[in-house]
């Protein structure tokens, strides 16, 4: 909220939060999106989106005019990619959690929002359709993976032992990289008779930049997903920092190393299951692996929270 002067300023211009609007301050004329106030910022200072991408605060002061030249809505929106049934291409379900990879920037108010539809993810990564067939999306909650607990383990292991055991080749679930690694070491041990792959991924980097990551990391895990015979839970991303591959990590081998790094994911005392580059090539780099078979998953839940670790 601004200051209770500028509040009554905008709304007898008629201007909301992602309008054009235009701000006259004596002989300085300054236009731009309208952005709410952040949350330390001066609320005398209405900070507006310039075209150049900056964002500015313009101190209102008494005799300063506003006026507003267009509506959000005409300034356009996010859309949402919908998938095509291409029957010639592998079947696989996506579980969407939330995490970077699932954010996206409004342009309109420049914040940043978690994908609120998963098919919004086909719209950062095009090339997904070309690649797989999406036969089912589902979303439990979109969360940032900091605030997940072992309830929320339990329920994207639910969800993705009933994918499993359907027609599709294997299952994709995005996620933040902050616990993923817990995230993928508690699906390989709740996911019991696994006889397809699942790949867990996320992005270092969000879909606003130039170095997102997410989007070959996506590409990756879809075809690690459909196209392997490894039928392990797994992180995919970056192998290294340029966009050459992806190492699939065996879920209960991967650390996250780095905050800000593409290549984050290391295995630790183990090779990668895989070498997986963005064409669909998939090499293997790990000779002891679970096989792709028929067998029914099923999700042993079971998890005792009351676990303390004594340090020596
Ligand atoms: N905070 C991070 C998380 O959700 C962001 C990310 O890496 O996706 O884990």
């Known amino acids: 909220m601004y200051s209770p002067e500028v509040e009554k300023a905008l709304e007898s211009a008629g201007a909301h939060i992602g309008d054009i609007i235009r701000i006259q301050r004596g002989s300085e004329v300054y236009e731009g999106i309208l952005l709410p106030r952040s949350e330390y910022g001066d609320p005398s200072c209405i900070v507006i989106k310039l075209s150049s991408g900056y964002n500015i605060g313009v101190k209102y002061t008494p005799g300063t005019v506003i006026k507003r030249l267009r509506k959000a809505a ?66 439990p909650f979109l969360v940032a993976s900091e605030d997940l607990t072992p309830d929320d383990w339990k329920e994207i292991a639910e969800i993705a032992a009933k994918e499993l055991n359907t027609d599709v080749r294997g299952v994709v679930i995005t996620h933040g990289t902050d616990t993923m690694h817990y995230t993928s070491a508690a699906l390989s041990f709740m996911l019991r008779n696994l006889s397809k792959p699942v790949a867990l991924v996320g992005a270092q980097r969000s879909p606003d930049r130039g170095s997102f990551d997410g989007a070959m990391n996506l590409l990756c895990a879809a075809h690690y997903a459909a196209r392997s015979d490894i039928a392990e839970v797994a992180i995919v991303m970056h192998g290294e920092s340029s966009d050459t591959y992806c190492y699939a990590i065996r879920g209960t081998k991967a650390r996250k190393m780095h905050t800000s790094r593409r290549d984050t994911f290391r295995p630790i005392n183990d090779l990668p299951l895989a070498r997986v580059w963005p064409d669909g090539r998939i090499e293997a780099l790990n000779t002891k692996y679970r096989k792709r078979g028929s067998s029914e998953v099923y999700a042993d839940t079971a998890f005792e929270k009351r676990v303390a670790i004594v340090k020596a």
């Open 74 to 139: 005409e300034v356009g929106k996010f859309p949402a990619k919908k998938a095509e049934r291409k029957p010639s291409l592998p079947p696989v379900s996506l579980i969407a959690t939330g995490g970077t990879i699932g954010s996206r920037v409004d342009y309109v108010t420049g914040g940043v929002y978690m994908c609120v539809k998963p098919e919004e993810l086909l719209y950062l990564t095009p090339e997904l359709e070309d690649a797989v067939y999406i036969e089912r999306m589902r979303s």
